[in-house]
């Protein structure tokens, strides 16, 4: 890790605590970060989230109707990208087999003008519409001295807050997935694409998988050993490229566009592929380690985050404070 990318990493945390401020959220940045952590005991050198994972590279390549919603660079020609899979939470010796957490998709499409990052989750709503919420979710869930969370906390938490059951009701309610390449992921957030006459289109993003829905019995769980994901990605990328389509879904009047624990009623919403993501080779982990994939700074034009959503513009703060913590291996 590199002296630059650690101070990069501070400099943006200090400067986006001040945006946060003004952006007048509920909950510091660093006060979630260290709360994320605290969840699995502090572990050293890791993602407050995502911490354990799969770096990969590959490939997007935009569909002929993409240019119509976008005039982002990304989606005019085929571009590299290099992606990380991972599971949930702060704890690197997390099972591929644990349930109800989310499997992640950080990507980051390169041009020569910029980068384009998302990153999504393995399920259409997140655990949390406010920083403070996600704060307390997380406070929760730290262990006591016995190193477990007070279940009884838990449940008054969920009780007064039913919205952040929603995530872990839609997982439990899907198997565990058998591949991080068999299961479709969701940029949470609503999304505005502005193409090249200036017409903009509210949506959210959504990948599906070309290999389906591949989900584990409770048999073949038993099976598995607890980290298997690495070994099945190098086996299907030995195969070929493991592709997803990369689609928007186009929102409606009423559809609200600030709160990323409410779905949209994706049945009835017409959608749009914007292109295919093609993954195609495992990456050094040092590649996808040396920065984070922050969604939210630097989107090119043709392509913003919502401007009524606190849960977006706080990612970017809380990614820069894990990354400086993690650079310096604390
Ligand atoms: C709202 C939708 C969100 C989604 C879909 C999401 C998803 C993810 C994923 C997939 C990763 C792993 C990235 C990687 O592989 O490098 C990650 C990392 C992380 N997330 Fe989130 N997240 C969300 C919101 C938040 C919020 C609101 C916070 C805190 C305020 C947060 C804190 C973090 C942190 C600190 C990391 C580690 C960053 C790093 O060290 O590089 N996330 N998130």
């Not at 709360?35 to 993602?47: I, L, S, Y």
């Not at 982002?72 to 992606?83: I, L």
């Not at 070309?210 to 299907?236: I, M, N, V």
Request: overall charge neutral; hydrophobic content about 40%.
């Amino acid at each position: 890790m590199s002296f630059a990318l650690i101070g990069r990493g501070s400099a943006l945390a200090v400067t986006c605590l001040l945006a946060t401020s003004a952006l007048g959220q509920d909950a510091e940045p660093q006060a979630i970060v260290d709360a994320q952590f605290a969840t699995a005991g502090n572990q050293k050198g890791v993602r407050a989230s995502g911490a354990k994972g799969v770096c990969v590279k590959g490939t997007f390549t935009p569909s002929t109707e993409a240019p119509s919603l976008t005039k982002a660079p990304h989606f005019a020609k085929t571009v590299p990208v290099t992606a990380r899979f991972s599971m949930g939470g702060s704890n690197a010796k997390i099972s591929d087999k644990a349930k109800p957490v989310t499997r992640g998709f950080a990507m980051r499409l390169s041009d020569t003008t910029g980068d384009l990052v998302f990153v999504i989750i393995s399920a259409p709503v997140f655990s949390a519409k406010t920083p403070k919420q996600l704060l307390d979710f997380a406070t929760v869930r730290i262990p006591g001295p016995d190193g477990k969370p007070d279940a009884d906390k838990i449940k008054a938490f969920a009780a007064a807050n039913p919205e952040t059951t929603k995530q872990s009701a839609w997982l439990n309610a899907r198997p565990v997935p058998a591949s991080y390449a068999g299961v479709d992921y969701w940029g949470v957030h609503a999304y505005t694409l502005t193409n090249a006459k200036g017409d903009n289109t509210v949506v959210k993003l959504k990948t599906v998988a070309t290999a389906g829905q591949l989900g584990l019995s409770d048999e073949d769980l038993k099976a598995k050993p607890d980290s298997f994901y690495a070994d099945e990605l190098k086996e299907r990328l030995a195969k070929g490229p493991a592709s997803f389509d990369l689609v928007a879904i186009l929102s409606e009047a009423g559809d609200p566009t600030g709160d990323p624990t409410a779905m949209w009623p994706e049945e009835n919403r017409k959608s749009v592929k914007l292109g295919t993501l093609a993954i195609t080779a495992l990456e050094p982990n040092a590649t996808c380690d040396a920065n984070t994939f922050d969604p939210v700074v630097d989107l090119p034009a043709g392509i913003a985050g919502p401007t009524d959503d606190p849960m977006f513009a706080v990612r970017s703060p809380a990614y820069a404070v894990s990354l400086s913590r993690r650079a310096a291996g604390q």
